[in-house]
């Protein structure tokens, strides 16, 4: 309680809610706790970035006076939550729990913001909380650990398999699409033994009004609502020779362990890079640059790159061949096969 209040006073907020509650349980945990917290990376400087993070929404220097300031309705609840059974003390799971009950509490948000389920946490303190024997508390945490690998998702290489990176031998690679305004181009590939990777630049030749909207968002944390597309969306297409086009216009959790039914485009990388050119007679430099990655490999043939972009007008169409990918691909699966 002592560091939830002071933390809530220097930071300069309204009220302690039950985000300040988890950063002071999570400030010198001890025990099982201690495990919780290093299983979701749980330390107090992560904690109190999130806050700084989210606490915007409320801020309101509502309480400007001496002393700490006042709890919020969720943090005296958690206070006062006690074992299912009605019986013993409040301990430190039981105050967890207390926290989780609401998913708009601030810890919920929080752990979000730090890309923790809040499903998965809650999950956890409730066994907690009905006060586990030892061997089925180390149990339900080694299910849920990822620090050793067991719930790698489905999509991209895994950490020990090989990738290969691919150029088109020049700087410009291939080039996509071009109008008055903007320039695209597939940079790179890379291939893994059972999937690839594709770089796409965007390029400004004179200023954008508002920069492309590689959509859908990614979504890390499951239940965090889509936005609606906009005029400024940029639409990706893949064709394969088989006919199969991927796109970036439906929503793939990363996060599901569930191989989808149908071949599949994820956003896995985005880097804006605006350059101020010294010289007034030249309008400034935006360069976008997007990686993602498609599963599973794409049929031998040419692979067709398309991009609109309404915003700025631009719609077009590039190709590569797939056939150096597919023989990195084997060759990688022979070498793993080996192994």
Request: net charge negative.
């Amino acid at each position: 309680m002592a560091v939830a209040l002071e933390a809530s006073a220097a930071i300069g907020d309204d009220e302690c809610g039950t985000e300040y509650l988890l950063l002071g349980i999570m400030t010198r945990p001890e025990g099982d706790l201690a495990e919780l917290a290093e299983m979701f990376a749980l330390d107090p400087m992560r904690i109190e970035r999130a806050i700084h993070a989210i606490r915007s929404h409320r801020f309101s220097l509502a309480h400007d006076g001496p002393g700490y300031p006042p709890l919020t309705p969720r943090a005296r609840r958690a206070l006062v939550t006690r074992r299912p059974d009605n019986s013993g003390p409040t301990g430190a799971f039981e105050l967890l729990h207390g926290m989780m009950i609401d998913d708009a509490s601030g810890a919920c948000q929080v752990l979000r913001e730090l890309g923790v389920r809040p499903s998965e946490f809650r999950r956890l303190v409730s066994y907690g909380t009905r006060h586990l024997s030892q061997p089925e508390l180390d149990e339900l945490l080694t299910s849920l650990d990822r620090r050793h690998g067991q719930h790698e998702p489905w999509w991209g290489p895994a950490p020990q398999d090989a990738v290969e990176t691919m150029s088109f031998g020049d700087n410009a690679g291939v080039e996509i699409a071009r109008s008055a305004s903007s320039v695209a181009h597939v940079k790179s590939l890379a291939v893994s033994k059972d999937g690839f990777g594709i770089t796409i630049t965007l390029q400004s030749l004179r200023p954008w009004l508002l920069p492309p909207e590689l959509i859908p968002a990614d979504v890390l944390v499951p239940g965090q609502p889509l936005p609606a597309p906009r005029p400024e969306a940029c639409i990706i297409e893949l064709e394969f020779a088989d006919g199969t086009v991927v796109d970036n216009t439906v929503h793939v959790p990363r996060w599901d362990h569930h191989r989808p039914e149908q071949p599949v485009l994820l956003p896995v990388g985005y880097r804006h890079v605006k350059v101020n050119l010294n010289d007034r007679r030249a309008a400034n430099h935006d360069l976008v640059t997007s990686d993602w990655w498609i599963w599973p490999l794409p049929a031998a043939g040419p692979v067709e790159v398309r991009m609109r972009w309404s915003a700025e007008m631009l719609n077009g169409s590039g190709r590569f061949d797939s056939t150096p990918l597919l023989t990195s691909a084997a060759k990688m699966l022979r070498e793993a096969t080996l192994d």
